[in-house]
């Protein structure tokens, strides 16, 4: 399944839970179903259990529902999980790591090989499709980050990687937005990243279960290995490209680390990092593009086979 959160037109500012059919129809669970009234997506992942299947069946059922079971063709998706309990942000892609170190002069850091790491992001920062509102500081030198992301559906602490795989819910696509002025000065204090990144991370446009990918999801012995290619447009260019199976950690390696000694919650989101070439910054670096950076118009959209397309547009808002 593909499950979203949408506002209706006029909906006000709460979001309701829903699949995306194939045939573009938006299946409001609620209005399909009394079992989902007051049911978020977070609530679906937490008892999915009992939830997914009786989401399932009434996608499977769905020409039979009544007309008013479907969201009409003004409503906004937001982000799936428009809260999620955390959000950290792994490294895993070495080309991005490699690539952005070589253009900063700095050799490739071998720690890389040791472990996978991560950091924690403002998950209350939190945005889907759509307008990207940001203050003028956070414009110099705005950048993307192409990556997918995985949602934790089951409690863990201390996971084989076998564990690790089975508590992943389900994947989408993530875009890390940065202001790489703020964070290279940050950066240098050997802490964070923080100012340079709190401020949105988009994810959508839906969040897709694993039985939905079963022919896209290969074992290995470092855990499954998603396969997806990924690609990311400005204003219509295409300027990134890439596949999930790139990733030189998997993300069963990153959740087994990231439970080390801690447990995870149901509705946790866990970003891959940056797949190579997928972002300005290393693009600038390697002479591929001159000194571009996002400005207000500008309309970014990654994509990633089998997880739909993300697609946002750069807004000054003067009040940030």
């Known amino acids: 399944m593909r499950l979203v959160t949408f506002r209706p037109a006029g909906g006000g500012s709460a979001g309701r839970a829903g699949i995306?059919?194939?045939?573009?129809?938006?299946?409001?669970?609620?209005?399909?179903?009394?079992?989902?009234?007051?049911?978020?997506?977070?609530?679906?992942?937490?008892?999915?259990?009992?939830?997914?299947?009786?989401?399932?069946?009434?996608?499977?059922?769905?020409?039979?529902?009544?007309?008013?079971?479907f969201a009409g063709p003004d409503a906004r998706l937001l982000a799936p999980i428009p809260r999620p309990v955390s959000m950290r942000d792994g490294?895993?892609?070495?080309?991005?790591?490699?690539?952005?170190?070589?253009?900063?002069?700095?050799?490739?850091?071998?720690?890389?090989?040791?472990?996978?790491?991560?950091?924690?992001t403002n998950h209350l920062a939190v945005i889907g499709p759509g307008k990207l509102r940001v203050g003028r500081g956070r414009l110099e030198k705005l950048d993307f980050e192409l990556e997918a992301f995985c949602v934790i559906g089951k409690r863990i602490a201390n996971p084989t990687l076998e564990e690790a795989d089975d508590a992943i819910f389900g994947y989408g696509v993530m875009n890390d937005f940065s202001a790489r002025a703020l964070q290279m000065?940050?950066?240098?204090?050997?802490?964070?990243?923080?100012?340079?990144?709190?401020?949105?991370?988009?994810?959508?446009?839906?969040?897709?279960?694993?039985?939905?990918?079963?022919?896209?999801?290969?074992?290995?012995?470092?855990?499954?290995?998603?396969?997806?290619?990924?690609?990311?447009?400005v204003n219509g260019v295409r300027v990134s490209e890439g596949?999930?199976?790139?990733?030189?950690?998997?993300?069963?390696?990153?959740?087994?680390?990231?439970?080390?000694?801690?447990?995870?919650?149901?509705?946790?989101?866990i970003g891959s990092g940056t797949v190579g070439t997928g972002c300005f910054l290393e693009l600038n670096g390697s002479k591929v593009t001159n000194d571009q950076w996002l400005k207000p118009g500008d309309v970014v959209s990654l994509s990633i086979e089998g997880l739909g397309t993300l697609t946002n547009t750069v807004v000054e808002d003067a009040a940030r």
Not at 247 to 264: H, K, P, S, Y
């Open 185 to 233: 000065e940050e950066m240098k204090l050997n802490l964070g990243p923080a100012k340079g990144k709190d401020f949105a991370t988009a994810i959508g446009p839906w969040l897709v279960t694993k039985d939905e990918l079963a022919g896209r999801i290969t074992k290995s012995p470092k855990g499954n290995v998603l396969h997806g290619r990924m690609t990311a447009d």
């Open 91 to 120: 490294y895993a892609f070495r080309q991005h790591v490699e690539t952005a170190r070589k253009n900063r002069g700095l050799g490739m850091i071998p720690e890389f090989d040791l472990f996978p790491v991560f950091y924690f």
């Open 243 to 269: 596949d999930v199976d790139q990733m030189n950690w998997t993300f069963a390696e990153i959740v087994q680390r990231a439970a080390d000694g801690v447990q995870l919650e149901p509705g946790e989101v």
């Open 20 to 69: 995306q059919l194939d045939d573009g129809r938006i299946l409001d669970l609620a209005e399909a179903d009394t079992q989902f009234e007051d049911t978020t997506i977070l609530d679906v992942i937490e008892h999915a259990e009992f939830l997914v299947p009786r989401a399932q069946a009434l996608a499977a059922a769905a020409d039979e529902l009544h007309p008013g079971a």
